[in-house]
Structure formats: C-alpha cells, structure tokens
C-alpha cells in the first residue's frame, strides 16, 4: 500500500482525467479497499493514510467546500468505526481512535459551514467524548473551538463564550488557546456588547501568539494546528465588528489582507470584506453606499450558495444598509442578500 504522501503524482492523474470535485472521492476509495485488508489488526500503512485524508481536507477544504466533502469524510469515518469495533493492538487502537476522533471533529465543523448545528453538535459531542477517552487534550479543546463557533452561529452567544473558555482549561496556554480566545471569546463578547472583555480577549490571542510557532499566510480554516497571524487579524476585525469599533476594524481587516498568501483563503477574503462593509455603516459619518459595493463584490466572490458564515454576515449587512434602500447599491445588495441559499437544515 503507497501512502498518499507517495502517490501525489497519481492523484494528480486522476484529478486531471476526472475533475478536482472526484479526487477526494477517489482517496475515499481507497481507503474503502483498504479496510478489506485491516483485520485482524490495522497496519500502520492504513492509519498513516487515515492522517493523510485528514490532512488532505484541511488543507483542500476551501476548494472543495463542504457539500462536496462533508459526505465523504462521514463515509471514511463509518468505515474507521468498523476497524474500532474489531480486535486491534493497543497502540494501533489509540492511532485509530485519535483518527477517528478527527474525523467527527471534521463533520462536525463542515456541518457549521452548511447550516445544520444540530448535526454539529451531535459529531462534536462524539468528537470530544473520543478526545477525552485518548487523553487528546489538543483535540478536546479544538472541539470545544468548534461548538463555540456552532452556537455562534446558531445566534446563542451565551454558549459561544461558555464553550470557548471552557476549551481553554484543555488548551492549557498552547496553540488552540489563540483560536478559543480570538474566534471563540472574542467574538462572542463583541456580540454580548462587552468591548472591554473584546480588547482583553484579542490581546490574549496576540501575546499567545508572540510564544507559538505559526504558520505563514492564511492559515486553514480547518486546520488543528495554530491559527496564523492573518487568521487572529481577520477574527479580531469580526469581533470589533460587534462592538461597532470602526477603526479597529479597519486595522485588523488591513493587517490581515496585507499578510503575504493571505489572499489565497477566498472564504476569508469574503468575509473580511463583509466585516469591513459592516463596519462602514456605523459611526457618526456612515457610507452606505461603499458598503453595499464591497458588500456585493463579496457575494459575488462567493456565489450563490456560499458557507453559513459568509450568508449570514451577507444578510446582516442588508439589514444594516436597509436606511439607506433608495441608493442602487444598497437595493442590489437587498436582492443579492435575499437570494443567498442555506445549503443545510438548521
């Protein structure tokens, strides 16, 4: 069996021959085949190709979207509870669950991205509960990250905040402290109206990142390692969104869109646009109609059924700029904002 990291060079055969929306269903196969040849006890080969196929939709994730990818990371997931249930050797059964804990993880966000929080919830409750049982503190609180980010936005600030600090105690001052305080914490705050608790929790993310090793340009979304210096940039100008601090805003969009390879997250290019065209229609001197344009531009990036974030900041930015509804922009960004599809049940 070739691990993934070894058979780059066919992948890219087939994503050439049938399309980048068939090549993770082609990694999905072959983990498939693989699982006929696992028992009694996985080999190493199938638990370095489990790793691969995590890593591979991190990294890939905001190319292929969710719709496209969530499908079959639940089918690789069903497939790893098979070989879970089966006789294995203790430290391959460890690599396994942590694989699979992962792979919960996954859907689990994906599901948040689609709309559906029930499903979120249900995959992070399984994720966490494998978490603990593994002793994965890293893998406990990136869970918690991201039921944090669930009840963000399912609108239940209250439980945003309370995940988020609670996944601190597992992240214990490393890597994901910096997402739970910026993405989890702060942007809960700025929605609670506590600008104070705002500023605290985003310098938090930054003196954190002073100690970490961070990846360069926009980190992925996806990602279980430690968020980037654009990606703490780009999550503390949505939070200072909440509190209706323009200016900073404006300085942490800047920062964030100004980080060498940050344009290459186009999720993230979106939505820091909508935080900035939001930010424009507060203040003593608001411009309506230079926010409905970037607000447009945005939804255009985005098409018409982007992910629950982008849909969401879309159409509050509507309702920010529906004062102002006789100017073109702001009527083109109504009509835009109204047609944006949920891709998921809530």
């Given at each position: 069996?070739?691990?993934?990291?070894?058979?780059?060079?066919?992948m890219d055969t087939i994503t050439s021959s049938r399309g980048e929306g068939d090549r993770q269903a082609s990694l999905t196969d072959v983990g498939i085949r693989q699982q006929y040849f696992a028992a009694p006890s996985v080999p190493t080969s199938f638990l370095d190709y489990l790793d691969d196929f995590?890593?591979?939709?991190?990294?890939s994730y905001e190319t292929r979207g969710p719709a496209t990818l969530m499908p079959l990371v639940v089918q690789q997931r069903e497939g790893a509870q098979a070989l879970i249930e089966g006789s294995q050797l203790p430290r391959n059964r460890l690599r396994l669950l942590r694989a699979a804990g992962r792979l919960s993880g996954l859907v689990g966000y994906m599901a948040v991205n689609l709309g559906d929080f029930q499903l979120s919830r249900a995959y992070c409750a399984e994720a966490f509960a494998i978490a603990v049982a593994v002793e994965d503190s890293d893998l406990?609180?990136?869970v918690r990250g991201t039921e944090s980010l669930c009840a963000y936005y399912a609108g239940d600030y209250r439980?945003?905040?309370?995940?988020?600090?609670?996944?601190?105690?597992?992240?214990?001052?490393?890597p994901q402290a910096i997402r739970l305080a910026v993405n989890g914490e702060a942007r809960a705050l700025g929605r609670l109206g506590d600008r104070e608790g705002v500023r605290e929790a985003v310098g938090r993310a930054f003196d954190l990142a002073e100690r970490a090793d961070l990846p360069e340009g926009m980190s992925a979304c996806l990602s279980f390692g430690a968020y980037s210096l654009a990606r703490i940039a780009a999550n503390a100008a949505t939070a200072h969104v909440g509190t209706g601090d323009t200016e900073l805003v404006h300085r942490y969009a800047q920062t964030a869109s100004s980080t060498p390879g940050a344009d290459r997250s186009p999720w993230s290019d979106?939505?820091?646009?909508?935080?900035?065209?939001?930010?424009?229609?507060?203040?003593k001197d608001p411009d309506p109609e230079h926010s409905a344009t970037l607000g447009l531009q945005a939804l255009t990036r985005a098409g018409a059924t982007p992910i629950e974030s982008i849909r969401q900041r879309g159409r509050e930015l509507a309702r920010r700029t529906a004062p102002w509804r006789t100017l073109p922009a702001v009527a083109e960004l109504a009509e835009a904002s109204q047609a944006l599809i949920r891709r998921g049940p809530r």
């Open positions: 069996m070739f691990a993934l990291a070894t058979a780059s060079s066919a995590v890593e591979d939709c991190v990294t406990a609180a990136w439980s945003a905040l309370a995940r988020a600090r609670e996944g601190q105690t597992f992240a214990a001052g490393g979106a939505l820091i646009a909508l935080d900035v065209a939001t930010a424009l229609t507060a203040g």
